[in-house]
């Protein structure tokens, strides 16, 4: 059977209604849902359902993923990074559709969290990213503390941790750049930041209004 492939015109105008906040902004995702009336789609919520009808050949990642993995913190962090990234590629097909689907059925619809824009850039007319820490500083400390409890040499936890820093520490590889690559706005709550504050922001530069 032959694939269905659909011309970028027609993705684009399926997209246009569509916000994406890339990286963890899901309170400010939701805060802007209540006061727009945006139905707010989280692509982590979707990733069980996307991995129950993955095909192991089309999309191997995906097809791997286990929600609330156990060992998670047990891989090595090169393997985590390769992993996520793969999950995140493989699925973001899946969410597209689902999006258009939703897009259909409501004015606005709000797309939160990791998707591969490299991918959908050209059919995106509305995107941001939230750059932040404190969410990312939880995560390394918790493959940090799991490092230092696992039954290894000083020397070998030692080596993992600074690993763990190069490669997740200044936050998800990859967007920072390929979002400054695609001329995504970004933006950087600080420590004192509130969601409202940040919202006003992103609701300003998308350009909505109260219904």
Known sequence: MSKLLLPDNVLRRALQNVYFILGDGAAVADELGRRYGLFVYHTC???????????????????????????FFAQDPEDAMRRERGIVHDYTPMV??????????????????????????????????????????DFIDRYENDIRHRDISDDEKERLIRK?????????????????????????????STVEQTADEIAEYFGLSHA
């Open 45 to 71: 919520e979707h990733r069980h359902k996307h991995a129950q009808n993955a095909d192991p050949q089309l999309q191997p990642e995906l097809s791997r993923f286990v929600e609330n993995m156990p060992d």
């Open 164 to 192: 763990v820093h190069a490669i997740w520490g200044n936050g998800k590889p990859e967007n920072p750049r390929g979002t400054n690559h695609y001329g995504i706005k970004q933006f950087f709550p600080g420590d004192h």
């Open 96 to 137: 597209i559709m689902d999006v258009i689907q939703l897009a259909a059925k409501h004015e606005k619809v709000l797309c939160e969290n990791d998707i591969d824009i490299a991918g959908i850039i050209h059919l995106v007319t509305h995107a941001v990213m939230i750059s932040g820490h404190r969410t990312w500083d």
